[in-house]
């Protein structure tokens, strides 16, 4: 009995698992409101309201102005992640700089909201997934609009009977992809939510430091990471 | 001491997540391999700091997959409970 209830009550309750707050029933499949959907919402509409404010200051610039602080901040962003985007792709840069420049912005954000409070939506394997599948039709609409069947001919490459190891590679690269991100911030959330757990309501303060690491140090390398090898996956099948 | 068939499987499942995680040592090991030659290749080619850091990072976030599925995996056991 004891083993049993202490079990329960440590995975039954944790703060760090996907809570939900509403159900309801649709068609008769039974559907909630979770956790995921709110911070997901939170920070779309907090990205949405940044990308009008500054859409709105640009507009009003004259070139002759001093730049203010919050126009310095979106050039440097904008600048920065037309920069990494033009360092792996070249001249095929500007196809991609739009998708790349929103999938980092979004990750890189949805990683850092741990440290507001939020769960943080990238702890969602069906978040993850998607972008996953997202970088997986990219990949393989490009390499088709390329090379034509000779994207598929290159499944046979070396050796026609490689085919089915070539195969999963290519399956390998979403899963891998999502698994990589959710895991990395799964387990930031897992460690922080064992840590707030440990001495309940005495948790003052010490938090703060490993949600430098988890959260924003952790969240921005995979922001990172996610975005580069979506380039370089891309870039694989349209290369020159 | 009674112990009975779902109890059982509960602490097998946190044991065997317990084993899951040793997949941690190997991405370990690797990434310290690649930022020690990360280093040696800075300190012989300072120039090229920032590229050898990307690729470095790039290369250490792939070699963290295995761990990832081990953890995946103990995620799952704890928390998914399959078997029940």
């Not at chain 1, 944790?14 to 997901?40: N, Q, R």
């Not at chain 1, 990683?111 to 702890?123: E, K, Q, Y």
């Not at chain 1, 990395?184 to 897992?190: E, L």
Request: hydrophobic share 50%.
């Amino acid at each position: 009995m004891g083993a049993l209830s202490l079990y329960t009550s440590v995975a039954g309750e944790s703060s760090f698992m996907i809570s939900t707050f509403y159900k309801f029933k649709l068609g008769g499949v039974e559907l909630g409101i979770d956790s995921t959907h709110v911070a997901m919402l939170i920070v779309s509409v907090f990205i949405i309201i940044m990308a009008i404010i500054a859409r709105v200051k640009i507009n009003k610039v004259n070139a002759t102005d001093t730049p203010g602080t919050f126009q310095n901040i979106i050039e440097m962003i904008v600048d920065m992640l037309g920069g990494m985007v033009d360092g792996i792709m070249g001249s095929n840069a500007y196809r991609f700089k739009n998708y790349i420049s929103a999938l980092f912005i979004f990750i890189i954000i949805s990683n850092i909201s741990g440290v507001f409070g939020l769960r943080p939506p990238t702890a969602d394997y069906g978040v993850t997934l998607c972008l996953g599948l997202i970088t997986f039709v990219l990949v393989q609409f490009n390499g088709i609009k390329k090379n034509k069947l000779g994207h598929f001919g290159a499944l046979f490459q070396p050796i026609w009977f490689l085919f089915p190891i070539n195969l999963i590679g290519e399956f390998a690269v979403p899963l891998s992809l999502s698994l990589r991100l959710f895991g990395n911030v799964m387990s930031g959330t897992v460690l922080m939510g064992l840590i707030y757990d440990l001495l309940g309501p005495y948790t003052v303060a010490y938090p703060s430091l490993l949600h430098a690491y988890f959260d924003i140090f952790s969240g921005c390398i995979q922001a990172y990471v996610f975005s580069m090898l979506t380039m370089v996956y891309v870039n694989d099948k349209i290369a020159d | 001491m009674n112990i009975s068939g779902q109890e059982f499987i509960s602490a097998m499942s946190a044991i065997g997540a317990g084993i899951a995680m040793i997949a941690g040592v190997g991405p370990g090991v690797g990434q310290g391999i690649a930022a020690g030659h990360g280093a040696s290749a800075v300190g012989r080619n300072p120039g090229a700091q920032s590229q050898i850091q990307s690729t470095m990072l790039l290369g250490q976030a792939v070699a963290e997959t295995t761990g990832l599925y081990g953890f995946a995996v103990a995620i799952i056991l704890m928390f998914v409970k399959p078997f029940k």
